[in-house]
């Protein structure tokens, strides 16, 4: 009986002492549950702020924006960057730590634009779809991420409707970024889908901005140079152009106030913009070279070739920002937004950088007595230092002849034939010689001058050749003003004519 007793004691003893390590047992197990449920929610957390950030930078990169600043921050578990657009945003980037199935990224489709992707284990990524089919645009609504019944989920319209995608495998959380490479001008993101992109930094983007700014400073001056040189054009004043303790170029203050900028650039420009004349309208327009290749028209949308005139406007370059890069384009002024893209000989656009050299003039020298400026094509321009008294002259056509200002040419001259042209000059110097000569077979016949107190008037006579050298071409007759050391050039242009 007393053993019973005992036996009965100690049974319930032992059901005591295994209630008590079951339910031990049972704490243990659901701490454990609960601080699993909080590390995935605080994986889901994380993932969906990576995705919403990466879905910033995509549409800070379809939106042109560019990037002011980025501020590493080291830690342990991977680097983070604090990235400030120059539309004022900044959001937070975490590079490079171990993924999580599903990773979903982001790659470029045929149209240009980036979508979401998903990738499943080692499987090749595969677009990220709605429930009506359709890709998701990463610049758009973000995918939002949840585990719920053990399986990963995601909702591209806010939560209101989840799609399963695979089961949970508890893995560690993920960056969506495998690597980010910071530089001066781009800050370059490699996904951890492979996929590679870049964003420009703001201070290389205005860089370029004050490049072409640079650059259309010397298109105007070239214009200007075509447009107005005549003998009443002079230098009055040179300023050097520095780069640090580098000369790069000249500002040339002109006796009518206007100020030429020029940059002498080298032969391996990446374009070179020059004025030539096209001998079946006898017009001067626009050309452009890309490279080392040859010069070639320059055509507007409407597909006339661009006049070089002060009514048809001087092209002007700018940059464009595009999802591949920083390029260049020019308009011409009024319709200055209405542009076209500067491409290469294969018809490939040409990219934009701070660093090109002048397009317009090869070489500038300045002597005593005048500054030589040479073009981009070759053609040497004069322009006389300027003194107390420049000469201005001025011609009247022959007889029967007409003048055309747009194209710098007198009509049509018979061959054997002999015309006079008459002259004036104005704000006449000291001692200034009068000379004149004939090119292209023409002989000048006989140069008349009557001074008076003010003005010098007077009379050129050539002969045109018996047969023209080029029965298409021009007779030039040349005209020099001389006086003090200083020489200026007139060219009377006459378009040939075969009886």
């Excluded at 590390?39 to 994380?46: D, L, P, Q, R």
């Excluded at 993932?47 to 501020?71: C, F, G, P, Q």
């Excluded at 321009?381 to 008294?389: M, Q, R």
């Excluded at 002969?463 to 298409?472: C, H, L, R, S, W």
């Amino acid at each position: 009986m007393k053993m019973k007793k005992i036996l009965t004691i100690v049974l319930a003893a032992f059901t005591i002492l295994s209630a008590t390590s079951c339910d031990d047992q049972f704490k243990e197990d659901l701490a454990a549950l609960k601080a699993r449920i909080a590390e995935m929610e605080s994986i889901v957390m994380s993932i969906n702020e990576v995705y919403a950030n990466t879905s910033k930078v995509i549409a800070a990169l379809e939106d042109h924006d560019m990037i002011r600043s980025v501020t590493t921050v080291k830690k342990n578990d991977g680097d983070s960057y604090l990235i400030t657009f120059a539309s004022g945003q900044t959001i937070t980037l975490i590079q490079g730590i171990d993924g999580v199935a599903p990773i979903l990224g982001i790659r470029k489709y045929e149209d240009g634009l980036y979508y979401w992707t998903v990738q499943y284990g080692s499987e090749e990524p595969q677009w990220l779809l709605s429930n009506l089919g359709l890709k998701i645009r990463a610049s758009g609504m973000t995918p939002q991420m949840k585990i719920e019944d053990g399986w990963w989920q995601y909702s591209y319209d806010g939560g209101g409707t989840w799609t399963r995608l695979c089961q949970a495998s508890g893995q560690a959380g993920t960056s969506m970024f495998k690597n980010i490479s910071i530089s001066d001008s781009f800050v370059t993101f490699t996904l951890s889908s492979g996929s590679v992109f870049q964003i420009p930094t703001e201070s290389y983007f205005l860089r370029i901005v004050d490049r072409c700014r640079i650059i259309n400073s010397e298109l105007e001056s070239a214009a200007e140079l075509l447009a107005g040189i005549d003998t009443s054009m002079a230098v009055k004043e040179i300023t050097q152009i520095k780069e640090g303790d580098e000369i790069v170029g000249y500002k040339l203050l002109l006796n009518n106030g206007k100020v030429l900028e020029i940059r002498p650039g080298e032969d391996e420009v990446p374009f070179t913009f020059a004025i030539k004349r096209d001998y079946d309208d006898w017009l001067d327009y626009w050309t452009l070279k890309i490279g080392d290749g040859d010069f070639h028209w320059v055509i507007k949308n409407n597909g006339e070739k661009a006049l070089a005139s002060s009514m048809s406007g001087t092209p002007r370059l700018s940059v464009r920002d595009t999802l591949d890069g920083l390029y260049y384009v020019y308009s011409f002024y009024p319709d200055i937004n209405d542009y076209q893209w500067l491409r290469d000989a294969k018809g490939n656009l040409v990219q934009a950088n701070p660093f090109s050299k002048s397009v317009m003039f090869k070489a500038v020298a300045v002597g005593t007595e005048s500054v030589a400026l040479t073009l981009a094509d070759g053609k040497t321009v004069y322009l006389p230092l300027y003194s107390a008294k420049i000469p201005a002259i001025t011609f009247t056509a022959p007889a029967g002849i007409t003048y055309n200002p747009s194209t710098y040419l007198y009509s049509d001259v018979l061959p054997n034939t002999s015309y006079t042209v008459s002259y004036t000059v104005k704000n006449v110097p000291d001692n200034l010689q009068i000379d004149a000569i004939g090119l292209d077979g023409a002989v000048v016949t006989s140069l008349v001058k009557t001074p008076s107190s003010t003005t010098i008037t007077g009379t050129i006579t050539f002969k045109t050749p018996a047969v023209f050298p080029e029965p298409e071409g021009t007779t030039r007759v040349l005209v020099f003003l001389t006086w003090g050391g200083n020489v200026t050039m007139r060219v009377l242009e006459f378009k040939n004519k075969i009886s």
